[in-house]
């Protein structure tokens, strides 16, 4: 048992562990949210439509949601928004650690803009 939990360890990010973790205390466990206080990322049209807008809330925060961009490694990032999509909302998905580092340079030069 012990040797399984740490080969477990050694794979790639599971988006399913890193979203319980760090995301479903306000989204709650089926991403179901909670009603005036967290939106329901299940069933929701932004999650499952452009995953640069779904990366950029994640990475930058929103509101009453923290900034993960600098908390997560972006293998983890790119693991939870893909579960997101994918398990919250039907949508297949594949980030990968080059995506968020995508946007992160974008995020970079809109702050430069100042827009
Ligand atoms: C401390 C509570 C909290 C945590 C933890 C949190 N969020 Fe959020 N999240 C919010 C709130 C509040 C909003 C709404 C922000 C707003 O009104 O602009 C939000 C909005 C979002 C949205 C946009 C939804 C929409 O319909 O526009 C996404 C996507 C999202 N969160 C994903 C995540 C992911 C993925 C994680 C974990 C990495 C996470 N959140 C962790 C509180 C949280």
Known sequence: MASGIAANAQAAPS??????????ACHM????????????????SLVAGNADDVLRVVF????????????????????????????FNATPTRLTADDIAAV?????????RED
């Open 15 to 24: 988006g399913e562990a890193g979203y319980q973790q760090n995301c479903s």
């Open 29 to 44: 466990a089926e991403g179901q949210g909670i009603s005036g206080a967290f939106p329901a990322l299940a069933g929701n």
């Open 60 to 87: 930058n925060g929103r509101g009453g949601m923290p900034a993960f961009g600098n908390e997560l490694p972006r293998e983890t990032l790119a693991a939870i928004v893909s579960y997101i999509r994918e398990h």
């Open 104 to 112: 992160k340079v974008v995020t970079t030069a809109r702050m430069a």
